[in-house]
């Protein structure tokens, strides 16, 4: 089946530097990527769809001068916490679209801001 | 605007018993999509069903049953004869097909916690 992998798993850093969770989909190309984050005991939140090629769409109230999607490749989407702080501590999860409108999701990044 | 309400927050069981995870939806759009998710504590999302709005028809793999009733807005999830290894948190989630394409909604989650 389709695999979409994420790296890091898991990142530690300190607060007001910056972050690249990188997502990848493994053997399908992904025309559109999706990120989410999720506090703990939440659920999902969609952060921003990216489409390759393009500017990312980024949903009410997240910050895009903050959270810089980079979708270069159909194989690749990068998210860039920039100037991190410790409310930014969250599980972030990227999913990427199959051309059948299949979403697949990553294993997700663990990032603590100390 | 979509919307996934999962009104069980937690859900205690003890092995072998059956349950039913609610899931109620609301959509405008007339073509969806309806998923069930498992999330162990790992944290990795574990796909288990993805049902269209027109196909109504329920499902069963192995011990997990789902009930798909457009009447209602309701998808919900049976797990029979329940495992430890199913304690996890489950969320359901809804895909509208022609706008919004893509973006899936996802309900709050339901813990499950399946004791020995």
């Known amino acids: 089946g389709a695999v979409v992998s994420q790296h890091p798993s898991w990142v530690i850093c300190k607060s007001g530097t910056s972050v690249k969770i990188e997502c990848r989909s493994l053997d399908f190309q992904a025309t559109t990527m999706f990120w989410y984050r999720q506090f703990p005991k939440q659920s999902l939140m969609l952060m921003a769809t990216?489409?390759?090629?393009?500017?990312?769409?980024?949903e009410q109230g997240v910050e895009k001068d903050k959270f810089l999607i980079n979708h270069a490749s159909l194989t690749l989407s990068t998210l860039t916490v920039t100037s991190a702080h410790p409310e930014d501590s969250s599980f972030y999860i990227c999913?990427?679209?199959?051309?059948?409108?299949?979403?697949?999701f990553g294993p997700g990044t663990r990032l603590t801001v100390t | 605007a979509q919307k996934v309400t999962q009104a069980q927050t937690e859900i205690s069981v003890v092995e072998k018993e059956d349950v039913t995870l609610d899931c109620v939806y609301e959509?405008?759009?007339?073509?969806?999509?309806l998923f069930w998710y498992k999330q162990p504590p790992s944290g990795e999302l574990v796909f288990l069903i993805r049902?269209?709005?027109?196909?109504?028809q329920n499902e069963i793999s192995g011990r997990y049953s789902w009930n798909f009733q457009k009447s209602t807005s309701s998808f919900n999830f049976t797990i029979t004869a329940s495992q430890v290894v199913d304690s996890a948190v489950y969320f359901c989630?809804?895909?509208?097909?022609?706008?919004?394409?893509?973006?899936?909604?996802f309900g709050d989650g339901t813990t499950l916690t399946v004791k020995p």
């Open positions: 999913s990427a679209r199959g051309g059948l409108g299949e979403q697949y």
């Open positions: 990216s489409n390759e090629g393009s500017k990312a769409t980024y």
């Open positions: 989630a809804l895909r509208a097909g022609n706008t919004n394409a893509g973006k899936s909604t």
């Open positions: 049902r269209n709005s027109f196909d109504e």
């Open positions: 959509t405008r759009d007339t073509t969806y999509y």
